[in-house]
C-alpha cells in the first residue's frame, strides 16, 4: 500500500467483469487485479455491484405474481451456492488477500448468511491490517432485485474511521434515498463509494451531485459486462438483450463536483486517481451539510440503529 503522504491517497476503481456464477474463479480474477493495481501503488481498490459472483442482470428466477417455477428455484439454489459465506472460508481468503498486498478492499458481493436462506447485496470493508471492518447490506434492493435479495436495517449503515480516512457509501438506488445519504454524512464520511448496476449515463450526475452535497469524494463503480460473458446455460436469459448489457460509466468525483477520472464507457478498465483528503477540508469553506448548513435548530434526523463509527485502530 502506497500513501503519498498523510492527506493523499491513490486509488483504483475497478470495472471490471466477474466470471458469472463461478465464485472460485472470480476470486481468482479478483486477486489477479488486486496483485496488478497494489503493485501500481494503489491503497484502495473497489470491485462493483455484486461484483461475486455477478450481478443476475435479465434473471426472473421463474417468478411471476402469483406463481414461481421449479427451474427458477434451482436457479435460486444455485446463484445462493456461488454466493459469499463470511462465516468460511470465503472471508479469509478475502482478508489475506488485503493482508498480503497491503491494501485496503471495498468489494460488492451477494451474501448468504448462515441461519436463513435468504440472499443479501452487500458491500465489504477489509482493511489491510485489521480484516473485515463491516458489511453495508442493501436496506431496499430495486425493483425485482427484491425477490432475490433481502432488506438490512439500520444497522447495515455503517462508517470506518481508517488510515486513509473516513469510508462509507451506499448501493446503487440506495443513492437516491436523501435520508440513507443523509446518514452517511452525518458520520463524517470522507471517501464515499457506490458500487452500482446503473450503467445509465445519468449516473454521472448522480455522482457529482453526492460530491457536491456530502463534500466528500464518491467513487462510483460499475462493472463492464456483455451477453457473450455469460455461461451459455444462461444465455437464453439475455437473449433479447443488447450485447452491451452493463456498459459501466465508473466515475470518481471530488469534493467539489469536479470529475477527477471517467466516466468510463464500454469497456473493461480500472480508473486510478490520487486524491487529496484535504480537499475535503477545503470544500467545506462554503457548504457543510452537517455543519454551517445543517440548521439543527429546524431539522433532526435519527437513523434506528445506525452503529458509530468504527474507528480502526
Known amino acids: 500500500m502506497v500513501i503519498l503522504d498523510t492527506m493523499k491517497l ?10 458469472f456464477f463461478n465464485k472460485s474463479k472470480t476470486f481468482d480474477k479478483l486477486g489477479s487485479l488486486v496483485n496488478t493495481y497494489a503493485q501500481k501503488g494503489c491503497g484502495l481498490l473497489v470491485f462493483p455491484e ?50 498480503r498486498h497491503k491494501v485496503y478492499l471495498v468489494i460488492g458481493v451477494t451474501e448468504k448468511r448462515e441461519g436463513t436462506g435468504s440472499l443479501y447485496c452487500s458491500m465489504l470493508y477489509i482493511s ?82 453526492i460530491a457536491l452535497e456530502g463534500r466528500c469524494f464518491v467513487l462510483g463503480c460499475n462493472q463492464y459486462f456483455t451477453k457473450s460473458m455469460y455461461p451459455d446455460a444462461f444465455k437464453d436469459t439475455v437473449k433479447d438483450g443488447p450485447e452491451n448489457l452493463c456498459r459501466g460509466g465508473s466515475i470518481i468525483v471530488s469534493p467539489l463536483g469536479e470529475v477527477i477520472a ?10 486510478v486517481a490520487t486524491l487529496d483528503l484535504e480537499e475535503v477540508q477545503q470544500s467545506k469553506l462554503d457548504f457543510d451539510v452537517v455543519g454551517h448548513y445543517a440548521r439543527e435548530d429546524i431539522f433532526e434526523l435519527q437513523v434506528k440503529g445506525q452503529p458509530d463509527t468504527l474507528e480502526e485502530q
Open 10 to 19: 491513490k486509488v483504483g476503481v475497478v470495472q471490471e467483469s466477474p466470471i
Open 50 to 99: 455484486s461484483y461475486v459472483p455477478g450481478y443476475p442482470r435479465g434473471f426472473d428466477f421463474g417468478a411471476k405474481i402469483g406463481s414461481r417455477s421449479n427451474e427458477g428455484r434451482h436457479q435460486y439454489a444455485a446463484y445462493a451456492e456461488q454466493s459469499v459465506d463470511l462465516e468460511g472460508p470465503d472471508r479469509t481468503r478475502l482478508e489475506k488477500l488485503a493482508k
Open 128 to 209: 489491510p491490517t485489521h480484516g473485515l471492518l463491516g458489511v453495508h447490506r442493501k436496506i431496499k434492493p430495486t425493483g425485482t432485485e427484491r425477490l432475490v435479495w433481502a432488506e438490512a436495517a439500520g444497522e447495515s449503515l455503517v462508517t470506518f474511521k481508517t488510515k486513509i480516512g473516513v469510508l462509507g457509501g451506499l448501493i446503487c438506488w440506495e443513492n437516491y434515498m436523501p435520508l440513507a445519504r443523509m446518514a452517511m454524512y452525518q458520520k463524517g464520511v470522507e471517501i464515499y463509494i457506490a458500487p452500482t448496476a446503473d450503467s445509465r449515463e445519468e449516473w454521472t450526475a448522480t455522482m457529482k451531485h
Open 262 to 271: 471517467g466516466p468510463l464507457f464500454d469497456q473493461a478498465g480500472v480508473l
